[in-house]
């Protein structure tokens, strides 16, 4: 009498362990869907971060060569003409501003990139703990099942019939 009392208890602890691994798989698979979301958000953040540096060195160019300008013609020089110190200043100022604007936006780009691959990278591992926790729950109620057999509850049984 004990060995079937003893095989539903194994029974109900595989289903039961089996049950919570596979629970456990989805509530860390929805963990890591969230560490997604926010890798993502904070890309987003970290790109529009770039790109106001970008604005802001092309806002700084445009006071700088407003104050060239004005440095010229307040010394009675033509701030517009080509080929004289106030262009070749304002060509070197218009570079660095459009280098740093450049690599700003590059920022920017690799920053959401970065962002995109960390959240695949995320969602993917996800799905892996999903699958595992299933495998785990499967091994658990074919080791179940094995300690049942070993029990000799699936022996057949042989039983002799009576005839009338």
């Known amino acids: 009498m004990g060995e079937p009392v003893s095989a539903a208890l194994i029974a109900a602890s595989v289903g039961a362990s089996a049950y919570f691994t596979v629970e456990s798989g989805k509530t860390q698979k929805k963990i890591y869907d969230r560490q997604a979301q926010i890798e993502k958000r904070q890309a987003s953040f970290d790109a529009l971060q770039y790109k106001q540096q970008g604005v802001d060195a092309l806002k700084q160019l445009n006071r700088v060569l407003a104050a060239n300008t004005a440095r010229a013609a ?3 020089l033509d701030p517009f003409s080509s080929y004289d110190s106030t262009n070749i200043i304002a060509n070197n100022n218009l570079r660095e501003a459009v280098n ?3 690599i700003a936006r590059d920022n920017a780009s690799l920053a959401l990139k970065v962002g995109r691959f960390q959240a695949e990278s995320n969602r993917f ?3 892996i703990a999903k ?3 299933q495998r785990n729950a499967l091994i658990d109620v074919a080791e179940g099942g094995a ?3 070993e029990l ?3 022996e057949p049984q042989t039983q002799t019939q009576t005839k009338k």
Do not use: P, V
């Open 74 to 76: 307040a010394g009675n």
């Open 125 to 127: 591992s996800g799905k």
């Open 147 to 149: 300690k049942i057999a």
């Open 152 to 154: 000799g509850m699936f």
């Open 100 to 102: 740093d604007f450049t």
């Open 131 to 133: 699958r595992d926790a």
